[in-house]
């Protein structure tokens, strides 16, 4: 029994949300009202029908046949612009508009959403008046046009449907040039950088060596030739002097010697 009423719950649940997060058909609403017929047609020849009802939450201020006159006999692309005006990005009812606490409520509206409003001509000005509440352009300057007839439908908080008393054309909003279609950027190519001269580069400072001196090798003249260098070292030539002196001493000692043998000779004949 408790898994019945589990089941029935959540079915009742995703019904609820289901029928909450479909979208709504803007075209099939006012096919309702025989009083919005020709407004009704602008918005599927100008194609923001099919803008609208991609939306999730708007407000629409439609205007009866009897006050869309003016726009119907302008270019579609104009009456386009007009009406992306009427169509509010927020939901407000006759309820919520009467609870405003500010007297002027500055709104968001699907011609500032299309790139296309210069100023604050995608921007709508609703006031509470004496008489009631009224709409106008948010540019500086622009009068409160048009007045709150009464609501036509609302599917909260999806859609709602208020009919205005008038057009509201922003100043400016006719002769304004339609966006052109985005192109394809092209790529800029890399601008050419100023090279710098090269410099040659600075002569390196070479230090004259100092000359190092060895202990075989005679002094080098830092600015002059090389100096002779004898072959013979003199530490080469020392023993050779070391035996001469010693054959000379020896010499000496055997004339000395042969000298005192021949006088000894003399003195024996002598006797």
Excluded at 43 to 48: A, E, P, R, Y
Excluded at 101 to 122: C, E, F, H, P
Excluded at 137 to 162: D, E, F, M
Excluded at 228 to 254: C, G, I, K, N
């Amino acid at each position: 029994m408790d898994f019945k009423v589990s089941s029935l719950l959540f079915i009742a649940i995703l019904c609820l949300i289901s029928s909450t997060s479909t979208a709504f058909n803007i075209t099939k609403i006012l096919a309702q009202y025989p009083e919005f017929v020709s407004f009704n047609d602008l918005l599927t020849q100008s194609g923001l029908a099919k803008e609208m009802s991609s939306r999730e939450t708007i407000t629409v201020l439609a205007l009866d046949n009897s006050s869309i006159g003016g726009l119907s006999g302008r270019p579609l692309d104009i009456a386009k612009r007009i009406l992306s005006a009427h169509v509010i990005l927020d939901y407000y009812d006759q309820i919520k508009l009467s609870k405003l606490k500010k007297a002027s409520t500055i709104v968001t509206t699907l011609y500032q959403a299309s790139g296309a409003a210069d100023d604050r001509q995608g921007f709508l000005n609703i006031s509470r008046t004496a008489e009631g509440i009224k709409f106008g352009s948010a540019v500086k300057g622009a009068p409160l046009v048009a007045s709150l007839v009464k609501p036509v439908y609302a599917q909260p908080y999806n859609i709602s449907v208020l009919q205005v008393s008038e057009p509201i054309e922003a100043p400016g909003i006719e002769n304004m040039a339609p966006p052109p279609p985005p192109a394809a950027v092209p790529k800029k190519a890399p601008a050419p950088t100023a090279k710098s001269p090269s410099k040659a580069p600075a002569p390196s400072k070479v230090e004259p060596s100092t000359p190092t001196e060895s202990p075989t090798e005679g002094p080098v003249a830092a600015d002059g030739p090389v100096a002779d260098v004898p072959t013979a070292s003199p530490l080469a030539d020392a023993p050779m002097a070391d035996e001469t002196t010693a054959e000379a001493a020896s010499s000496q000692m055997h004339a000395g010697g042969a000298v005192v043998v021949i006088g000894l000779l003399a003195c024996m004949m002598g006797f």
